[in-house]
């Protein structure tokens, strides 16, 4: 019995010079997120050389018109294995590979929101807003996730969508919850009084609540609380200096300050 081999799609030169240049601007990323995930905590160059190659490579895409989804797709098919090459050159052991690698796709999934942020708000608005965001002056990859965040959250809560019912069930429940979107809007724009109106009270009591704490630090020192002004340390050190040139001889003072 004979059997057919059913062809796939032609993949086209055009599809691979496509690949061929989005590896281009993904390798970059990739190296750079590699060293990201192996640094030392509170090393805050690699993680920001990653967010840099990050904005890079999305600023690119911007400016030539590449799709953003087709480059996330990219990205997620190659960067692991691509950041495993990367801790195989720099001697990792397998097993240190295996999880620099995890890490790597982890923080690639970590990506698909603003992605899709960045892909809804190039079709909604057009590229523009957001590619002057990217080339401004002092540009960064977080700035270019909050613009395009807070259009997209400006979109899902427009009040148009209201009558819109979105159904599910809560972690840890086996019973389904509805509600609309008019309803999330209202619980939304109470959420955002309140907060505007605690950032006022803070502003206007902040100095009293302040005041409470030192008279308390001051009513119960613990031996901790020092009360001297700046004249008062100034007159001390200065004594102090006159007592130690006092006690030492001009060789002695010169000795010091070599």
């Keep these: 019995m004979s059997t057919k081999t059913i ?10 010079d496509t690949l061929e240049i989005l590896r281009e601007k993904i390798t970059p990323l990739a190296r750079s997120m590699f060293f ?3 640094a030392k905590p509170g090393a805050a160059r690699a993680e920001s050389n990653y967010q840099r190659d990050a904005l890079e490579a999305v600023t690119w895409a911007l ?12 990205l997620g098919e190659i960067t692991g294995s691509l950041v495993a090459t990367v801790a195989r050159e720099k001697g990792l052991t397998s097993e240190e590979v295996r999880e ?12 698909n929101g603003p992605f899709w942020s960045i892909a809804r708000t190039i079709e909604v608005e057009g590229p523009e807003g957001i590619l ?6 002092n540009a960064t990859f977080a700035k270019v996730k909050k613009y395009a965040v807070d259009r997209t959250g400006e979109m899902a809560f427009d009040p148009k969508r209201g009558e819109v019912e979105i159904t599910f069930t809560p972690r840890g429940t086996d019973h389904a ?14 959420h955002t009084a309140l907060v505007t109106k605690a950032a006022t009270v803070k502003a ?3 100095t009293e609540w302040r005041k409470v704490v030192s008279h308390y630090r001051n009513e119960n020192p613990a031996g901790m609380v020092d ?5 008062d340390r100034n007159r001390e050190a200065l004594e102090i200096g006159r007592a130690v040139m006092d006690k030492m001889s001009p060789a002695q003072m010169s000795e010091l300050l070599k």
């Design 177 to 190: 919850v509805t509600f609309t979107v008019a309803s999330a809007i209202k619980t939304r724009e109470k």
């Design 63 to 74: 400016e030539v018109g590449q799709s953003m989804p087709e480059l996330y797709s990219v």
């Design 204 to 206: 206007d009591n902040a």
């Design 7 to 16: 062809a796939g799609p032609a993949v086209t030169p055009e599809a691979i």
């Design 227 to 231: 009360r001297r002004t700046n004249a």
């Design 100 to 111: 620099t690698r995890e890490i790597s796709e982890n923080r690639v999934s970590q990506l």
């Design 132 to 137: 002057a965001e990217a080339t401004a002056e």
């Design 36 to 38: 990201a995930i192996r």
